[in-house]
């Protein structure tokens, strides 16, 4: 009974560890494909600005542009939890380049940040 009992908890584990193995697969893929989409709009942008005689941007400047933001307040989905604040269900993140990040193999890259604007939060409490 005791040995049954391992070898059912080894599996589980296993197919756990295979789900696991699995979503991470998908996650990557996704984040891959997050990633080439905002490489591919940034190029057109920075394109379009070098035709307009614009040389003074950084991408993430024309990313708030094109998403029409201005001026507004943004922050990653933890940023506006720690101010007391909650994403409003349905909401999807601007994507931006995020701060530069050393990888363990020793190159340096810039992550997609997810942000999202005081228009797509509410506050719990009235007086913030």
Known sequence: MYNNQIFTTMARTK???TAQAAENTNNASKA????AGLKTLCNSLAELAKQAGRTDFTLNQLLRESYNLQEQELDTFEGWKAKGAN???GQHAYLFWGA????KNGFTYCP???KFSREQV???NANA
């Open 122 to 124: 509410h506050f719990a």
């Open 112 to 114: 997609v940040a997810f």
């Open 32 to 35: 891959a494909t997050l990633r």
């Open 100 to 103: 530069p990040v050393e990888s």
């Open 15 to 17: 197919k756990t560890t």
């Open 87 to 89: 994403v409003r269900k």
